[in-house]
């Protein structure tokens, strides 16, 4: 194992830290009770940012004794209210315990819970070159990130995070409502292994405070070089029929290209759509592993795939070679932008590609005049590979035979524009899915959500008609499982939110 001595120890500052407590009189406050999306801005008593384990464990107890609810934030990307809820009195600021080191007393990689992926890669790579195939967002947060499974860049060769998943360090509250630290690790003998298979993809807010997570013993490799492309069919030149083959070619492609052993395991790629009242089109953006044999030539026949019959050229940018750091800690576009910071997601798992029938509902609802936002879109992402070697039971993450992400999204400002963006992403969302009760059931072409892409329309009847619960859109069959965990490690539920696992 090579690396600086300085990697190899948790950094000193990481106790040195803190705590400190923002009220709401505090300048810091407006900005340390909302995340990422701006529908949500918390009303708590006080935000305590933490620097250690220890300064976790008392802001737990000292909340538990005033009798307020807690919630823990890590890198503030929630989709949901789950942290800015109304009803959480202390949010817990993990942002500043952010170490990445070799933990040479555990054999593994620790990363703090307030770390960035940015600097998970940048510390890894500068460190080790090794790497975690995590989120292709530097600003997301390992606190929230890992636990709900964690997927990016490098996930159709090394499969998601949890797959690298060694142990948790985790505050949890006993049912005497005394706050302490448990480490939880795979080996086959612990007594907590339940609680660190809960953490393998049960998702954020549900058992306790990770403060660290253990990452290992060997991580990936990432390649030294990405060939960077992008193909644009510009929504001037497109008519349904062409739109249709575009989405059609797509889902194709990765049905017959997603097993663990294709060539294109090196490839991370999605096609975006945005509204037709933005200037853009059609849009893929690809990477791909440039060390991969012939190169070249795949990139270019998976290019002619997606553009097969269609009869339009793309505009094409690239391949351009990229070093793995500097893309991967890019934080180009696809968030929207600095003001329009309101957003809805919504996603599902493809096992197969669109049907034409998803495919005229998606033309229809991206299309329409009744809607103009160039901030809202349709994305599907390339998936499967090295994921789907692992059995639905081993993690978590149950979802393993998927070739697509797909994600419905909308950005916007304007609160008052609210019920209008959300009453066009619902609606789009419950039309692709109106076979199966507005959402995307287990079956043989879709298998549920993702939990890292929380949606709380899965749990409300008026949107999901499918007669089957939200949690099985999740967890499929492991959720018994999680309500154990749930009941043995929080029986009081003092980590809860809309879509939390009930005992
Ligand atoms: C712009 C953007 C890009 C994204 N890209 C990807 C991607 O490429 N791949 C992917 O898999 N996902 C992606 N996501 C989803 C992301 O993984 C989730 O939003 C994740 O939960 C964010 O974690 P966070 O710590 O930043 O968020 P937070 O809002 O801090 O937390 C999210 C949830 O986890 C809980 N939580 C946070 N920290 C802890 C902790 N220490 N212990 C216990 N619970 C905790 C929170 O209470 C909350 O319920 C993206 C999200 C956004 C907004």
Same mark, same amino acid.
């Not at 039971?393 to 998927?402: K, N």
């Given at each position: 194992m090579a690396g600086g001595a300085a990697l190899f120890a948790p950094p000193a500052s990481a106790s040195s830290f803190g705590p400190i407590s923002v009220r709401p009189?505090?300048?810091?406050y407006p900005d340390l009770?909302?995340?990422?999306?701006?529908?949500f801005v918390g009303t708590p008593d006080v935000v305590r940012l933490v620097g250690s384990t220890d300064q976790v464990v008392r802001a737990v107890s000292e909340a538990m004794r005033a009798g307020k609810r807690i919630a823990v934030r890590s890198?503030?990307?929630?989709?949901?209210?789950?942290?800015?809820?109304?009803?959480?009195?202390v949010v817990i600021d993990m942002s500043p315990m952010n170490g990445v080191y070799y933990d040479t007393s555990r054999g593994a990689f620790a990363v703090e819970a307030g770390a960035t992926l940015g600097e998970v890669y940048e510390t890894l790579f500068k460190g080790w070159g090794v790497t975690l195939p995590?989120?292709?967002?530097?600003?997301?947060?390992a606190g929230g990130h890992i636990l709900g499974g964690g997927y990016g860049m490098l996930s159709r060769r090394h499969g998601c995070v949890v797959d690298h998943l060694y142990g948790v360090e985790v505050v949890v509250v006993d049912a005497s409502g005394t706050a302490r630290t448990v480490v939880a690790t795979r080996?086959?003998?612990?007594?907590n292994r339940d609680l660190w298979w809960a953490h393998t993809? /049960? *998702?954020? @807010?549900?058992f306790g405070i990770v403060t660290r997570y253990w990452l290992g013993p060997e991580l990936p490799r990432p390649p030294a070089t990405l060939l960077y492309s992008s193909l644009v069919w510009p929504w001037s030149g497109l008519n349904e029929a062409a739109f249709s083959r575009l989405l059609h070619n797509f889902g194709t492609w990765y049905e017959r290209n997603s097993?663990?052993?294709?060539?294109?395991?090196g490839l991370f790629s999605g096609m975006g759509v945005p509204h037709?009242?933005?200037?853009?089109?059609v849009v893929v953006g690809t990477h791909f592993d440039?060390?991969?044999?012939?190169a070249a030539r795949l990139l270019a026949d998976y290019h002619a795939a997606l553009g097969d019959g269609v009869p339009l050229q793309p505009f094409v940018t690239g391949p351009t070679p990229m070093p793995w750091l500097y893309a991967a800690s890019w934080r180009g /576009? *696809?968030? @929207?932008?600095l003001i329009a910071r309101r957003f809805k997601f919504k996603a599902a798992y493809l096992r197969k590609g669109l049907s034409d029938g998803q495919i005229a509902t998606a033309y229809r609802y991206l299309t329409t005049p009744d809607y103009h936002n160039p901030n809202a879109l349709f994305v599907m992402i390339g998936y499967g590979g090295q994921v789907?070697?692992?059995?639905?039971?081993?993690?978590?993450?149950?979802?393993?035979?998927?070739a697509i992400k797909s994600a419905y999204q909308v950005y916007w400002a304007d609160p008052a524009e609210d019920d209008r963006h959300l009453t066009w992403i619902r609606t789009f969302y419950r039309d692709m899915y109106a076979s199966t009760g507005g959402v995307p059931v287990p079956d043989d072409t879709t298998d549920g959500s993702y939990i890292n892409y929380p949606d709380a329309d899965l749990a409300d009847l008026r949107w999901n008609t499918? @007669?089957?619960?939200w949690h099985t859109l999740y967890y499929k069959d492991n959720y018994p499982r999680l309500q154990r965990v749930k009941a043995r490690w929080d029986p009081r539920n003092v980590f809860q939110h809309t879509l939390s696992i009930r005992a």
């Open positions: 009189d505090d300048i810091r009770v909302r995340g990422d999306n701006h529908r890198g503030g990307h929630c989709f949901e209210d789950f942290v800015a809820n109304p009803s959480v009195r995590a989120g292709a967002w530097p600003t997301v947060g080996e086959p003998d612990d007594p993809g /049960g *998702g954020g @807010g549900n097993a663990p052993g294709s060539p294109y395991t037709r009242s933005s200037s853009g089109g440039a060390a991969t044999p012939d /576009g *696809g968030d @929207g932008d789907n070697t692992v059995a639905p039971s081993a993690t978590a993450v149950a979802q393993r035979d998927s499918s @007669g089957v619960p």
